[in-house]
């Protein structure tokens, strides 16, 4: 006799606070996680780009070289490098265990929003409110970008990389995607300025968010619209959306204080997560497990799938077993 194969479980989200991250440097502009999802970065409006410990909460290292507010960084694969671009119009490449500024790219005309290294962090892409993407080789003696791509009409609000394809989203509504190998360029024009994309993990999806208070699903390769997810707040500020790591769950920043999470094939609202009383201004979902970052104000706010053990809970676990 065969008994029936049991029922998949339902992929959890994060709902539970583990911790709380009081950064002390202004507001945080951006959150993100390293390539393993072991740190966290977190952009300040105090000029401060800070490394932490995301199982501790603890600060490992403060990078203090742009002249304004950094809104975005990333780390690269192997944990070496960090970039981060700034209103002050500069990228910076720094070195994570000295804090040194590595090299300091000037080349755009205003701020820059958004920065990425490629995989193997050999460039950076950075994308500006002066409507341009450059792309950086981290390896040159040269300051000059290797190549300006200046397409957009409008600021570029956000940029991803996979592999030879560059994701963008523009301010003049238009999402661009370019395969570097080939030399294409494909545009979806949604009506509405851009403020975030990313890919979906299997790479044959985009997600774009915009200030139509609207999070599209988009298919990469015939631009057709896969679904459409609404019910969050998103009119004047440049906030984050992402994809769950398994391509599960749709979620966004809201303008009302919390985190939507919609199911992505279903676009039901799966959880409204309530994070506080002002904007969430961004967010950062792990790549391999269900943890999320969210920034407001000041504090960085670390979400899990359960409620962490203390290690109270575990002396108490070790006295039962042993009774």
């Given amino acids: 006799m065969s008994f029936p194969q049991p029922k998949p479980e339902v992929p ?8 709380t991250i009081d950064c002390q440097q202004g507001a945080v502009r951006a959150v993100r996680f390293n390539a393993d999802g072991n740190y966290l970065l977190s952009c300040g409006s105090d000029k401060s780009l ?4 995301v199982s501790r909460g603890t600060l490992l290292k ?20 960090l970039c981060s671009c700034s209103s002050d119009k500069t990228v910076i490449l720094w ?3 000295t804090g040194q500024v590595t090299r300091k790219l000037r080349g755009h005309a205003g701020k820059v929003n958004c920065v990425q290294f490629n995989e193997e962090a050999t460039v950076i892409l950075s994308g500006s409110i002066d409507g341009t993407v450059r792309c950086w080789d981290t390896r040159s003696r040269k300051f000059d ?12 609000s956000s940029l991803k990389v996979s592999e030879h394809e560059l994701l963008t989203g523009s301010v003049d509504g238009r999402v661009r995607r370019y395969d570097l190998r080939m030399g294409q360029l494909h545009v979806d024009f949604i009506n509405s ?5 990313c890919f979906s993990a299997d790479a044959q999806c985009t997600l774009t968010s915009s200030l139509d208070s609207t999070v599209r699903l988009l298919d990469k390769s015939t631009g ?10 998103m009119k004047g500020y440049k906030l984050d959306c992402c994809l769950s790591s398994k391509d599960t769950h749709v979620l966004s920043c809201s303008e009302d204080g919390h985190v939507y999470c919609w199911d992505l094939v279903e676009g039901s609202l799966t959880l409204k997560l309530p994070v506080g009383k002002a904007v969430v201004q961004s967010l950062s979902f792990h790549p391999s497990e269900t943890r999320l970052l969210t920034a407001m104000e000041g504090r960085v706010q670390v979400w899990g799938a359960e409620p962490e053990e203390t290690e109270e809970d ?10």
Wanted: some cysteine; aromatic content about 6%.
């Fill in 193 to 197: 300025p851009i403020t975030c994309v």
């Fill in 62 to 81: 403060t990078y203090s070289g742009h002249g304004y507010e950094v809104l975005d960084a990333d780390g690269s694969y192997d944990n070496s490098q």
């Fill in 50 to 53: 800070k490394l932490w410990s």
């Fill in 95 to 97: 070195d994570v265990a």
């Fill in 145 to 156: 970008p290797i190549q300006i791509l200046d397409e957009a009409q409008d600021g570029v």
């Fill in 12 to 19: 959890q989200l994060p709902q539970h606070l583990l911790r």
């Fill in 314 to 323: 575990l002396v108490v676990v070790q006295q039962e077993k042993a009774e």
């Fill in 224 to 233: 057709e619209m896969l679904g459409e997810y609404k019910g969050h707040k």
